[in-house]
């Protein structure tokens, strides 16, 4: 079974020494991923926001990513991201998985049934997060040792600009437990091409208004030990 770990802001070294650059081209692009001999299997690594952190969050080419997996061969999914905290489901440091997104993007294309005349599905959304991968990530994450939170909700913002504080006051009271800017387009277009997607999210600062200095971000050791927690976790649990 292939497998493949999408990484965000913060995961710039997510990519092994030994995996092999894949450029592949899909009809809504190219997307160029890394990949990992495990076994009989492959991982494949992609960067969404490019080497460099050098695509904004509206930017990325979200189809042509999970169509160029797809063609792969890839059958599992986890998405790694980092988010501000609305809650203290998971607080600044912490590291979390994803059960519930709620899409407020306007300014992408969030779907592949874009054409008329072409059969389509509704993709059903109650588990947009497969069960079986989160109990996979749930357990290996007590296995070593990892400390998780094994539910909360993304709320997921147009970006690439941070919010106000009256939004995140908005999307506390929506049911909102953490914000970013991609999981939600990644999980629709991975479940409209029956891909099993996870996301795990590690928190880099209090949302808008939430702390004494408006925002700030956690620092780089503490951001670098979530990285590679949530790094390990994905691997562990895919290999
Ligand atoms: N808002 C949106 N996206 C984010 C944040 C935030 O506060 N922190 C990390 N990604």
């Not at 081209?25 to 492959?42: P, Q």
């Not at 490019?50 to 979200?62: F, Q, R, S």
């Not at 914000?179 to 091409?193: C, K, P, R």
């Amino acid at each position: 079974m292939n497998s493949a770990i999408i990484g965000g802001s913060g995961f710039q070294g997510l990519i092994p020494a030994n995996a092999e650059k894949v450029c592949v081209s899909t009809e809504y692009g190219d997307a160029t991923l890394w990949e990992e001999k495990v076994n009989e299997n492959s991982i494949f690594y992609l960067l969404r926001h490019e080497k460099g952190h050098t695509v904004p969050p509206h930017l990325i080419n979200y189809r042509a990513n999970i169509t160029a997996l797809k063609k792969v061969g890839v059958t599992q999914i986890i998405g790694l991201y980092g988010v501000g905290s609305i809650t203290s489901m998971v607080i600044p440091g912490n590291l979390g998985l994803i059960d519930q997104f709620i899409d407020l993007t306007n300014n992408r294309i969030s779907t592949f049934y874009d054409t008329l005349n072409e059969p389509f599905e509704h993709t059903p959304m109650v588990f947009p997060y497969s069960r079986r991968l989160r109990v996979l990530l749930a357990n290996k994450a007590k296995e070593l040792r990892i400390p998780l939170s094994l539910k909360g909700t993304y709320v997921c913002t147009n970006g690439p600009r941070l919010e106000t504080p009256a939004e995140i006051t908005m999307y506390r009271r929506l049911g909102a437990d953490y914000v970013g800017m991609t999981a939600a387009t990644e999980t629709i277009l991975a479940n409209e091409l029956h891909i099993e997607f996870a996301g795990l999210v590690y928190s880099m600062n209090w949302a808008a208004g939430l702390d004494a200095e408006g925002i700030s971000f956690i620092e780089k050791e503490i951001t670098e030990k979530a990285v590679d927690q949530l790094t390990l976790l994905a691997k562990e649990t895919l290999s």
